[in-house]
C-alpha cells in the first residue's frame, strides 16, 4: 500500500501562485505513475497533470502553460506548482499514484492510491 498526504492548498487571490506537495509512504517505488486532480464544487473529479516513471509529463488543457507538475524520488513527494490562478481553479486537489504506468493519466480510474485532498481557493 501507499499513503499520500498533500498540503499547501488555502485561499489565494486571482492571479497567484500555489505550491502543493504530496507526500508519499509505505511500499513507494520510483517506478510509480503519480498526478494531480481536483473536484470543484459540484462538479466531477478532473485530471490536472501526471507524471511518468520516466519524467513525461501530461497536463489537461486548462492548466497547461500555467501549473507544473515535478518529483522528488529521494523525498518521495510530487509537487504541483500553480501559477496564474483562476477562479475556476478553486477545487479540491487530490494526489494519486499507481504502480507501474498508466494507460490514460488524466483518468481517475486508472489510479490505485489516493489522499484526502488539500483545498484551493481562488477569490478576490
Known amino acids: 500500500q501507499v499513503q499520500l498526504v498533500e498540503s499547501g492548498g488555502g485561499p489565494v487571490q486571482p492571479g497567484g501562485s500555489l505550491r502543493l506537495s504530496c507526500a508519499a509512504s509505505g511500499d513507494t517505488r520510483s517506478t510509480d505513475s503519480m498526478g494531480w486532480f481536483r473536484q470543484p464544487p459540484g462538479k466531477e473529479r478532473e485530471g490536472v497533470a501526471a507524471i511518468f516513471p520516466r519524467g513525461t509529463k501530461i497536463y489537461a488543457d486548462s492548466v497547461k502553460g500555467r501549473f507544473t507538475i515535478s518529483r522528488d524520488n529521494v523525498q518521495n513527494t510530487l509537487y504541483l506548482q500553480m501559477n496564474i490562478l483562476k477562479p475556476e481553479d478553486t477545487a479540491m486537489y487530490y494526489c494519486?499514484?499507481?504502480?507501474?504506468?498508466?494507460?490514460?493519466?488524466?483518468?481517475?480510474?486508472?489510479?490505485?492510491?489516493w489522499g484526502q485532498g488539500t483545498q484551493v481557493t481562488v477569490s478576490s
Open positions: 494519486a499514484a499507481k504502480w507501474g504506468t498508466v494507460a490514460n493519466p488524466l483518468k481517475r480510474e486508472d489510479y490505485q492510491f
